[in-house]
C-alpha cells in the first residue's frame, strides 16, 4: 500500500470542506466502547533509513537457507532476470479489463499465448485462464467433468493426490447434493489398479490421478485413462509440478480427457505462498463447460490480427444458474510470467531444465541411499522428487539441517499411517553437487548425534 503523506494545513482544508472539526467525528456512528481511546503501540517517527535498517535486523532474525530440498507443491526454480524485466513492459498492460477488446489487446493477446503454451505442453485442444491455484483447479474440474457427466455423480480420486488438493476437493464438492467423492488407494507408491477397478462403476464422472503424484511417483496414465473411458468416465491429470511437461508424455496423448494442476514453476517464484497459477487444458468437444474464460484470435474489418474473449461463462455474463464458475479474478500476472518464462527456454530448454531436474534428483537419491539409515519407500519412477524411509531421529535431522542452513525434505509422518518416518526430498536445477554433498554430510553425523543425546540422558 502506498503511504500518501498530508501538511497539517492539508488536513484541516479536507475537514473544512466536509464540515467536520475532527477526524475522530467521523467515526461517531461506531459505538464508543469499540473505538480505541488512546494512541497506537507503535515506536516513534524515524528516517527512512532507519526503518530500512530495523526491518532487516527483523529479517535477520529468520533462518536462512542456503539450499533447499522441500518441494511438495512449491518448486525452488531458476527464474532468469529477463521475465522480470519483460513483465513491466506496459505492451502488455491495459487500462480495463479484458471485456472491451479495443482497449484490451495487450492482456488478451499475452493470455491467448498462455493457452496456446498450455495446450502444447498437454497435448489437449482448448486452455482457459483464471484459475487461482492448483487446488481450486482441482474443484473446477471435478465439477466439470460432472456436468459432462450429466447423470454420473462420483468422483474417483487417487489417494497420491496432492493432500491440499484432496481437502480442497472434499470442501467444495461434498457440499454438493448428490455428488461423492471415493479414495482409490495406493500400491507401491501409485493407484492401486485393482482398487480402481473395483470402484469403477456407473456413477463414476471421472478418474483424477497425480501425474506426478504427490509422493513423486510417475503414475501409468495411459493405463488409468484405459480403465475409466472403458467404465465411461473421464480420465483427469494433475500435475502439481509442471516442469515434469518438459519430461513427460503429455498427458492428452496418454488418453487423458483434461489436465489440470500448478503451473507456478514456470517463471515464478515461491514467495512465501503464492500466488500461484492453476491451469486447465480440456477437449475440444468439453469447452462449453470450461470455467473461467477464452481468449480466441481473430481478424478486425482490415484483416488485422486482434485477441478477444470467446467464451466468458461466468455469472456476470450469463444466467447464474448457467454460470460455470465464480472466478472472479484473473490471474494475469502469474500467467504473463509463465507465458514468457516458456517463450524464453522454448521446448529444448524446457526438456534441458526437466532433464537437470531428473539427473539431481537420481544423484540425490542415489547418495542418500548411501546411508545406513536411509531406504527407498517405492520402486516406482519418478521425476524430481522421492520418498526415503528414515531409522533417525526426525527432530534431530531436522535441526542439525537448519543449523547447516539446509532445508531437509518434507516429513511424511502427519499424512499416512504407512509413511509414518519418511521424507519426501526433491531436488531441481538450483541444487548443485556441492550442496548435495553437504546434506550427505551433515545427514552422516545425525545418528552419532542422536547416540549422544541418548548418552547424555
Known sequence: MRYLP?????????????????AEDLLQGIPAPLRLDRELDLPGQQSEQEVLQQMAALAAMNTQFHSRFLGA??????????????????????????YQPEISQGTLQHIFEYQTLTCDLTGLEVANASLYDGASACVETALMAVRLQKKRKTILISAGLHPHYQEALCTNITPHEGLQLVLVQLKDGVTDM???AAKLNGDVAAVMVGYPNFLGCVEDLKAISDAAHAAGALAVSVT?????FGWLEAPGKLGADMATG??????????????????????DSQKREIPGRVV??????????????????REQHIRRDKATSNICSNQGLVALRANIFLQLAGPEGLKGLALQNVAKAQYLQARLLELPDFSAKFS??????????YKGDMKTLQAECAKAGILPGLDLTPYAADLKNCILWCATELNSRAQIEQLVEVLARVPSLVGLAGVAK
Open 380 to 389: 516406482a519412477p519418478f521425476f524430481n522428487e522421492f520418498v526415503t524411509c
Open 6 to 22: 498530508s501538511a497539517p494545513s492539508e488536513d484541516r482544508a479536507l475537514l473544512d470542506a466536509i464540515g467536520v472539526g475532527r
Open 240 to 244: 502439481q509440478e509442471a516442469l515434469a
Open 262 to 283: 500448478e503451473a507456478m514453476s514456470f517463471g515464478n517464484k515461491l514467495n512465501f505462498g503464492g500466488p500461484y497459477l492453476g491451469f486447465l487444458a480440456v477437449k
Open 73 to 98: 507443491g512449491a518448486y525452488d526454480h531458476f527464474v532468469p532476470a529477463a521475465v522480470d524485466q519483460m513483465i513491466s513492459r506496459q505492451e502488455w498492460f491495459t487500462a480495463y479489463t479484458p
Open 296 to 313: 480466441g484470435q481473430t481478424r478486425d474489418l482490415d484483416g488485422q490480427v486482434g485477441y478477444v474473449l470467446t467464451l466468458t461463462a
Open 194 to 196: 485393482d482398487d480402481l
